[in-house]
């Protein structure tokens, strides 16, 4: 499933180049004119507008590293491919250091999550679990952590979720004060 679109805009030719070569790229090519970009058709946080001139009115409407202004032309395809690459790389690291769950802030590239000036660190894992239980609003059984958290069997005997979840609790109730960020039913463990 592809998650990640390149917009061109005004450029139908470039548009015809990119799109003859779309199965070499990880991404959707897409062609739109600057009259129709409006907030209601941005597709997604990845998502990238490619722009041969950037108007100022235009700048506004774009979230962080979402344009990527095309000068000097013509332009090698290589060099612009590198270009359109880097421009992703910066996009998801962008979208990954502003998740926002429940009240906090979680930055996955500082392994930080925060709320208000407090701040606390997490390991990787802990990272995944809250990932995990954010992904939607069912809750997780403990063999649905083992799984797609940890890769173990059905059938394995390990209180590993259980220990982690624990720990993870606690460093929140005590740098937050929150004992219901994550929540224990009969179902399992939600967010």
């Not at 802030?105 to 997490?122: A, E, F, G, R, Y």
């Not at 952590?145 to 005997?157: A, P, Y």
């Amino acid at each position: 499933m592809i998650n990640k679109n390149l917009c061109i805009v005004n450029s139908k030719t470039l548009y015809e180049i990119l799109f003859e070569l779309k199965n070499y790229f990880p991404y959707e090519i897409i062609f739109i004119k600057s009259e129709n970009l409006n907030k209601d058709n941005f597709i997604s946080n990845n998502t990238i507008y490619l722009i041969n001139k950037v108007e100022p009115e235009l700048i506004s409407k774009f979230k962080f590293n979402q344009i990527l202004e095309i000068k000097n032309l013509p332009l090698k395809i290589r060099d612009l491919i590198v270009k359109i690459n880097i421009q992703f790389l910066k996009v998801n690291f962008h979208n990954q250091a502003n998740i926002k769950i429940k009240d906090y802030n979680l930055d996955i590239n500082s392994k930080l999550i925060s709320k208000k000036n407090t701040q606390l660190k997490l390991t990787e894992k802990e990272i995944q679990i809250i990932l995990y239980l954010f992904s939607n609003y069912k809750s997780k059984t403990v063999q649905d952590l083992q799984k797609n958290i940890w890769n173990h069997q059905n059938d394995l005997e390990t209180h590993t979720v259980e220990t982690h979840i624990y720990r993870l609790r606690k460093k929140i109730r005590e740098n937050f004060n929150d004992e219901d960020f994550i929540i224990n039913s009969d179902f399992g463990y939600k967010l």
